[in-house]
């Protein structure tokens, strides 16, 4: 695990070369631990500026929030193309969500209509600009 957490790209055959074991099992363990839950995806780091786009983090905190309430305003979020990740954290913000943009205007218009939208229990948010993953 420690060797796929530093290098998740790392091919079975190379996995099994460091761990002196047969690449059969390799993949054999690998499948297993992606049934349990224990690997839920590979991934890489995308360098959204060399693209001409922004990345933000927009955090969200709530006022006494439904279940259903919650679930619509998911579902909301989700239908934005720019959107690549949703947390549900346990911090002073209930949810945080990265977004992909062409600039930051469009970014405001999308917080602007969430308010618009959502304003019945969105207590308020905090725009973090995302430099670079690390």
């Keep these: 695990m420690e060797i796929l ?3 998740s790209k790392i091919s079975a055959v190379n996995l099994a070369l ?8 390799i993949l054999y363990r690998l499948k297993k631990l ?14 959204w500026k060399k693209l001409g786009k922004v990345h933000y983090r927009i ?3 709530t006022y006494n929030i439904k279940k259903q309430e919650l679930e619509d305003f998911l579902m909301y ?3 934005n193309p720019g959107i690549i990740q949703i947390n549900h954290v346990v911090s002073h913000y209930i949810l945080e969500f990265d977004i992909i ?10 917080i602007k209509e969430l308010k618009r939208k959502f304003s019945k229990f969105i207590r308020s948010y905090d725009l973090l600009y995302i430099e670079e993953e690390i």
């Design 5 to 7: 957490e530093k290098d």
């Design 18 to 25: 460091k761990l002196k074991i047969n690449p059969k099992t």
């Design 34 to 47: 992606e049934k349990q839950g224990l690997i839920k995806g590979y991934s890489i780091f995308i360098n």
């Design 59 to 61: 955090l969200i905190d």
């Design 77 to 79: 979020i989700r239908k």
């Design 101 to 110: 943009s062409d600039n930051y205007n469009s970014i405001q218009d999308f």
